[in-house]
């Protein structure tokens, strides 16, 4: 079965500062993306950034980048020089099913300390 | 830049009654989704819905469920005799074929059922 682990529940950053939230999924392809989702306080379901897994360069969106391992199918997201906009749940989301339905994984939820 | 949007945002109803939520997906977007978010839970797949038909649900959409496309604009999510434990976020979400599977999700319709 396809699935997605996200192992820390709960992460902390001081501002200005840089975290690391971790990802790991399962799958038997070989082809696909990763994404990773942002979930403010208004619950809205935003997308930080996605990953190409044919794709050896890790991708970036500003202070966004991911690690991408698939040999280890690994997918972490780094947020540099974090802000206080920045404290959300933070899902990471693969297109598991036939029809590209996502697998998310349980979420982080991420503070951000003045 | 074009949007998904759901009405209502906050849906209060009895146990046993039926809702219907609505979507509006982006307009040259072919593929649709309904996801649902317990409190504190992660986001679960309910159903995928292309070409005027179901493409695949999960085993949390049984026959209480239903969705359907009635006017070529709006998508909905039947909710027939709601039970205590259908109080949750329900979000839409859609996406052009092919490509990236990037899905563009609605700001979600919450859900409350007395």
């Known amino acids: 079965a396809q699935t997605v682990t996200q192992s820390q529940p709960e992460m902390s950053v001081q501002e200005a500062e840089t975290v690391t939230l971790s990802c790991t999924y399962d799958?038997?392809?070989?082809?696909?993306?990763l994404f990773w989702y942002k979930q403010p306080p208004s619950r809205q379901m935003i997308l930080v950034i996605r990953?190409?897994?044919?794709?050896?360069q890790n991708a970036t969106e500003n202070r966004f980048s991911v690690n991408f391992q698939k040999a280890a199918k690994s997918f972490s997201l780094k947020i540099s020089d974090s802000q206080l906009g920045d404290a959300a749940m933070y899902f990471c989301?693969?297109?598991?099913?036939?029809?590209?339905?996502?697998?998310f994984g349980k979420g982080t939820k991420l503070s951000v300390k003045p | 830049e074009p949007e998904v949007t759901q009405t209502p945002s906050h849906q209060v109803t009895q146990m046993g009654q039926e809702v219907i939520l609505r979507c509006v997906p982006i307009?040259?977007?072919?593929?649709f989704y309904w996801y649902r978010q317990i409190l504190g839970q992660k986001v679960e797949f309910l159903v995928s819905?292309?070409?005027?038909?179901?493409?695949?649900k999960s085993e949390i959409f049984d026959d209480q469920f239903s969705v359907e496309r009635p006017d070529g604009s709006n998508f909905t999510l039947k909710i027939r005799s709601t039970k205590l434990e259908d109080s949750a976020m329900y979000f839409c979400?859609?996406?052009?074929?092919?490509?990236?599977?990037?899905?563009?999700f609605g700001p979600g319709t919450r859900l409350t059922v007395l």
């Open positions: 990953q190409e897994a044919y794709k050896q």
């Open positions: 979400a859609t996406r052009l074929a092919g490509g990236s599977n990037e899905q563009f």
């Open positions: 989301a693969y297109p598991g099913g036939s029809q590209g339905n996502l697998i």
């Open positions: 819905f292309y070409n005027n038909e179901i493409s695949e």
């Open positions: 799958t038997s392809e070989s082809d696909y993306y």
């Open positions: 307009s040259n977007h072919l593929y």
